[in-house]
């Protein structure tokens, strides 16, 4: 029995505090707090209200939920376009030099690795990174002026390289880590 009232007791009060909230809700005049408004229209629409469930909540018009979603959308847009032309390119950058730190290691494992097998796997794990930073730098995202961007191009899985799956593919990564030791030579 003790349970049973303590949980009658519980119900008790979740139901006041329901009431209390509502009571405040209705006090709110969210016509005249439209900061307040607007944040409880992007809450509500991110829990999948509609615009009159919104304007009947708050006890407006459905046309100032319209109006404050319109607001919201353009303030979002606008956000989204300064994070683009700042924080993208910046990103960008950091997404080279982490390239060339993975180079830096790869180098080091292929020139310290006693294991031959080790040291042409870093080899061509060296070729392919640089392989792929070529494309990323002769391929950067564009910002273009409706605030877009266009990825990086990314090969098709038809398109891929598949020298890995020949026989002679041995072969060819040898004579590929030789010419490009040759090319550094010379420069």
Same mark, same amino acid.
């Given at each position: ?31 005249? %707090? ?14 999948? %209200?509609?615009?009159?469930?919104? =304007? ?10 319209? /109006? ?5 959308? @353009?303030? =979002?847009?606008? #956000? ?13 950058? /950091? ?5 060339? #730190? ?13 294991? #031959? ?29 409706? @605030?877009t961007v266009k990825p990086f191009k990314r090969k098709r899985h038809s398109e891929a390289d598949n020298t890995r799956?020949?026989?002679? @593919?041995?072969? /060819? ?15």
């Amino acid at each position: 029995m003790n349970k049973m009232s303590m949980d009658m007791n519980s119900l008790v009060e979740m139901a006041k505090n329901r009431s209390v909230e509502n009571e405040k809700r209705r006090k709110t005049n969210y016509k005249d %707090n439209v900061e307040l408004r607007r944040h409880t229209v992007q809450s509500m629409l991110i829990r999948g %209200n509609t615009q009159w469930e919104i =304007a009947e909540y708050l006890g407006v018009s459905q046309p100032t939920v319209s /109006r404050d979603i319109q607001w919201l959308r @353009s303030v =979002a847009k606008k #956000e989204l376009k300064d994070k683009l032309e700042k924080k993208v390119p910046e990103e960008y950058y /950091r997404y080279l030099v982490s390239i060339d #730190e993975v180079l830096r290691n790869t180098w080091e494992i292929a020139l310290s690795a006693f294991d #031959e097998k080790i040291r042409l796997g870093a080899l061509q794990f060296v070729i392919d990174c640089s392989k792929h930073k070529m494309d990323v730098i002769m391929n950067p995202p564009i910002l273009k002026s409706n @605030s877009t961007v266009k990825p990086f191009k990314r090969k098709r899985h038809s398109e891929a390289d598949n020298t890995r799956d020949s026989d002679d @593919s041995f072969t /060819r990564n040898q004579k590929e880590i030789k010419k490009n030791q040759l090319e550094k030579q010379m420069f």
